[in-house]
């Protein structure tokens, strides 16, 4: 750190701060918000607690794509935002550092952070797409180990109906233990045991052992007198029904990294829709990703309010934009993908649009003496202003002339 000048040293810590702080609040709102949903669904279908952080990190790539534009840009524009409104700014032009001296770093973060974007939207997110819907697949049929419903009937391969009252010592002791098992020959097993315990079988993967402890045996033969037998202990062989193997991945264009994106948008053997789906993702993915080289002007065009003026519209107006850009982009996505329009245009369109309103916002506050990105927002703003405190103000002094 100590090679780069003095100036650089200090914009970089100023814009690592926030960016670092908003990064972690946006990924943790978002993960909080699954977390809860993730919970409910694991515990209505009986697996294990741990299963949901596994979960919750195949989601962190997808997260993280949108939390590190926007952490950059609000990072970026907090700095210059507090440059500004401490005066440090205008001392830093008066010495000859315009904006694009002081966007050094800024771009430079940008540029390492719009390559790990780029990693993980590329490649990392469709592979724990793939990786999430799995766990899900695994957890919906029972190869996670999902355990028997406490206090339900639960049927097995349609041979044997257990119930099981408590379940302790995270499900090794169970409690109340009641199973009706019908025999290949006919015969009907009515079973009610004080506790039990699973047990696994190492030369037989496909079948477990209920060892049940104090309990009664009805057996329930047609060609017999029913017959009742108490025992201490007794093993209860449970056939583990087969488990479908989840599909391979590529189902779906969003499970594919960008070279087979680029393989399959092109390529004579696929159909036209999928040719389509293909080619809208891969032009989804690089759009959002080439925004990031932009966010830099947006930030600094956003970040300096009015002389004599502390404003923060531009912070309000900077998130409202990003999100509305990557709201147009997930429609444009869909539409392409439907072949109704080319990528080129319904993506690449309105990046072209959205990339010359920037350049605009930041040529007006660089190089236009007092300009102003959002002056007229800001004079909006600040008559709306003034007009609700005056209209508070006469609330406020009629009540106390009542009083």
Not at 228 to 242: E, K, M, N, Q
């Amino acid at each position: 750190m100590k090679f780069l000048p003095a100036i650089d040293r200090y914009i970089l810590r100023l814009t690592l701060v926030p960016m670092g702080a908003v990064f972690l609040i946006a990924a943790s709102l978002l993960i909080l918000d699954k977390m809860l949903k993730l919970f409910d669904f694991v515990a209505s279908e009986g697996g294990p607690i741990g299963v949901v952080f596994r979960m919750l990190a195949n989601l962190l790539p997808e997260y993280a794509s949108l939390a590190i534009p926007l952490g950059l840009m609000l990072g970026i524009l907090m700095a210059f935002r507090k440059l500004a409104t401490t005066s440090e700014l205008d001392v830093m032009r008066a010495v000859g550092l315009g904006y694009t001296r002081l966007l050094r770093m800024p771009y430079a973060i940008t540029l390492v952070l719009a390559a790990v974007n780029l990693v993980i939207v590329g490649y990392l997110q469709p592979l724990s797409r793939y990786w999430y819907e799995q766990l899900e697949f695994e957890l919906r049929s029972g190869a996670l180990g999902a355990s028997i419903k406490v206090g339900e009937f639960t049927t097995l391969q349609d041979k044997m109906a257990l119930r099981i009252e408590q379940s302790r010592e995270e499900g090794r002791r169970l409690i109340g233990i009641y199973a009706r098992v019908n025999s290949p020959r006919g015969e009907v097993l009515t079973i009610s045991a004080r506790e039990g315990r699973f047990l696994a079988l190492k030369d037989s993967p496909d079948t477990i052992i209920l060892r049940l402890t104090d309990g009664q045996i009805i057996q329930d033969d047609p060609k017999q007198t029913p017959r009742v037998l108490s025992f201490t202990r007794h093993d209860l062989p449970i056939d583990l029904p087969a488990i479908e193997k989840f599909r391979q991945r590529g189902g779906k264009e969003r499970e594919y990294i960008l070279p087979e994106l680029m393989k399959i948008g092109w390529s004579q053997d696929a159909s036209q829709q999928i040719r389509n789906e293909t080619r809208a993702s891969l032009s989804y993915r690089l759009v959002e990703v080439v925004m990031m080289l932009l966010l830099p002007l947006l930030a600094v065009a956003l970040a300096i309010p009015p002389k004599r003026s502390t404003s923060s519209l531009g912070l309000f107006v900077s998130i409202v934009m990003v999100v509305a850009y990557h709201k147009v982009n997930e429609y444009g996505q869909a539409v392409a993908a439907l072949g109704r329009l080319s990528p080129l245009v319904i993506l690449w369109g309105p990046f072209v649009i959205f990339a010359a309103l920037i350049l605009w916002m930041y040529w007006r506050v660089a190089y236009v003496p007092g300009g102003q990105a959002i002056g007229a927002l800001e004079r909006v703003a600040g008559n709306l202003g003034k007009r609700i405190s005056k209209l508070v103000r006469r609330r406020t002094g009629g009540k106390a002339e009542v009083a």
